[in-house]
């Protein structure tokens, strides 16, 4: 009972995370945190065996006490290796129940991209930044792998411009699925989970400002690939018009105009004209009713294209 007690123990303020786990507790040289999320922590780990730096995502002590959300990230490693796609973060190995190795990224996120477009824009030096046409190019690469994703059953639920990263030689990543789950339907090639069980516990999962309607409204088991669409599109919103589609002072104002659809109205930061072809792709991929949006997200590349 004490060891139990010990284990659950929550975590203090400021306290070390627990040691991470690896099968081979001597393949690696564990580096240093390199970034944390609401699941666990990223460590940058030198693997001795192939003598390459990678990112060894270490499970979260507080997720490790509630079994549901243990679960998921053992579902998030097993949907990420499964979505083999040049677009998508591969992993390498499950290391344990409560860590994984994956492709470490040496790059920014769409979100600086963006944040660098802003600058260079209020500064009236559009030179500085990516062109509108490279970040729609983007924004077509990160469709392929959702499109991709979608046709083996899985919906991201978390798609904004912080989970897409750029590397160093312009190759593009969708990354962190940890709340990624199936669809119901039937696909050519599901992805596989085996004996873990995907659930959910009965909360509005997402990011306020990103999340689909059916998404906000706390619809979790029934979301589909146009919840993703829906995503997509506020993403394509904000490359285009270099502002934030659903902007609110607190989350629960943010969500709460996703319940209803709400959209600020699209306009340039920079006053520029959107081209009217871009605004009706933006309206018909962020329709309110799904059945309203492109019938998938390749078709939205495609008009995008």
């Known amino acids: 009972g004490g060891q139990t007690k010990q284990k659950r123990r ?28 609401a699941m666990g922590r990223i460590i940058l780990a030198k693997d001795k065996k192939l003598h390459r730096n990678v990112a060894f995502k270490a499970m979260s002590d507080e997720i490790a006490e509630h079994a549901t959300l243990a679960d998921k990230f053992t579902c998030e490693a097993q949907i990420t290796a499964q979505l083999d796609h040049p677009n998508i973060v591969p992993v390498y190995n499950l290391e344990s129940k409560s860590s994984y190795t994956m ?74 699925w940890g709340i990624a789950r199936l669809m119901p339907g039937t696909f050519a090639d599901p992805v596989d989970l085996g004996d873990v069980v995907d659930e959910d516990v009965d909360i509005i999962i997402g ?59 699209l306009r340039h930061l920079g006053k520029e004209k959107i081209p009217a072809e871009l605004a009706a792709i933006i309206n018909k991929a962020t329709a309110f009713k799904p059945g309203r949006r492109y019938a998938n997200i390749r078709d939205l590349a495609d008009d995008v294209k």
Request: hydrophobic letters at 35%; one cysteine or more; proline letters at 6%.
């Open 207 to 265: 990011t306020p400002g990103y999340m689909s309607p059916e998404q906000a409204d706390g619809v979790n088991a029934g979301l589909t690939s146009a919840s993703d669409q829906y995503s997509l599109g506020l993403i394509l919103y904000e490359l285009v018009s270099l502002r934030q589609a659903v902007t609110g002072k607190k989350p629960i104002a943010l969500v709460t105009r996703q319940q209803e659809g709400e959209k600020d109205p």
């Open 10 to 37: 929550r975590r203090k303020k400021g306290e070390p995370q627990s040691d991470p786990i690896a099968e081979d507790p001597n393949r690696y040289d564990y580096l240093g945190t390199v970034g944390e999320g």
């Open 103 to 176: 492709k470490l990224i040496k790059g920014r996120t769409v979100e600086a991209i963006i944040l660098e477009c802003i600058d260079a824009c209020m500064k009236r030096r559009p030179q500085d930044a990516m062109s509108l046409t490279e970040r729609l190019e983007l924004f077509l690469r990160a469709c392929d792998a959702m499109h991709y994703a979608s046709s083996r059953g899985v919906v991201h639920r978390d798609l904004k411009p912080e989970n897409i990263m750029v590397g160093e030689f312009n190759e593009l990543y969708v990354m962190d």
